[in-house]
């Protein structure tokens, strides 16, 4: 495996860049919790959407002695999917539009931001979260 270390803490596989039969994926270059990585922001956005949909439902939960415990705890961990696999709950749906609202709200960067995600030796295959998404 080759690995490219591109600074004090973020390192990457780069060999899925170059062997299009790599299979050992990476994920800094993709990463959402650096602030110069180009998923940073959305995954902001997503994230507040799950911390809003999880605080109303436990706060719904503890002012309501009726409701099921375990249906609530079902509710939150509802946010926890990949795209692929959604289901079109409540909370799933609002972190789609989030989603959406960031990307249609690039404008003319979408090309560039589906080329940054993209493996360099096969710009016509996105990678699976732009994939998902689009």
Not at 37 to 42: K, R, T
Not at 77 to 104: D, I
Not at 108 to 126: A, F, G, H
């Amino acid at each position: 495996m080759v690995y490219l270390a591109l600074g004090p803490r973020l390192i990457m596989n780069h060999q899925v860049f170059t062997n299009p039969d790599a299979s050992d994926p990476t994920h800094s270059m993709l990463s959402k919790d650096h602030f110069g990585l180009i998923l940073n922001e959305p995954a902001g956005k997503v994230a507040k959407v799950v911390v809003e949909h999880s605080v109303n439902v436990i706060v719904a939960a503890w002012t309501d002695q009726n409701q099921d415990p375990n249906e609530a705890i079902n509710k939150v961990l509802e946010a926890m999917h990949h795209p692929y696999y959604s289901q079109g709950t409540e909370v799933q749906n609002a972190m789609f539009e989030e989603f959406n609202k960031w990307f249609g709200g690039l404008g003319s960067d979408q090309t560039e931001v589906i080329s940054r995600l993209s493996k360099v030796n096969d710009c016509s295959v996105p990678c699976l979260l732009a994939n998902a998404y689009l």
